[in-house]
């Protein structure tokens, strides 16, 4: 069974840093296109970054050039460093990946998700 596990979520201040860590576990036979989305209260879940297995990168324009993703192949890992938060972006953050697994398959895994918080 696939799952993908994600943390580093936190209450920071407006202009913080905060570094998110998502790791692919179960009998994977090959990780595709890793990524990030993201929820605001309100509004719908919307893509942030997405990262192929050659280290091809895409970000949404709300971060890009502010945000960074990552990828550690080995260690089945994807990273979302979000350096200079704003406000806007305090969101639940979700982790998605495209995989190639025993029996079942390739299909798209999400992340039970990690709450971001920025406030003064």
């Known amino acids: 069974q696939v799952q993908l596990v994600e943390s580093g979520g936190g209450l920071v201040q407006p202009g913080g840093s905060l570094r998110l860590p998502c790791t692919v576990f179960?009998?994977?036979?090959?990780?595709?296109?890793m990524g990030w989305y993201r929820q605001a209260p309100g509004n719908a879940r919307e893509p942030v970054a997405r990262?192929?297995?050659?280290?091809?990168?895409e970000y949404a324009a709300s971060v890009k050039g502010r945000f960074t993703i990552s990828r550690d192949n080995v260690k089945n890992t994807v990273y979302l460093q979000m350096p200079y938060l704003k406000l806007e972006d305090t969101a639940v953050y979700y982790c998605?990946?495209?995989?190639?697994?025993?029996?079942?398959?390739?299909?798209?895994?999400w992340g039970q998700g990690t709450q971001v918080t920025v406030s003064s």
């Open positions: 998605n990946a495209d995989i190639s697994a025993s029996v079942a398959g390739r299909n798209t895994y």
């Open positions: 179960g009998n994977i036979l090959s990780v595709y296109d």
């Open positions: 990262i192929t297995h050659n280290g091809r990168t």
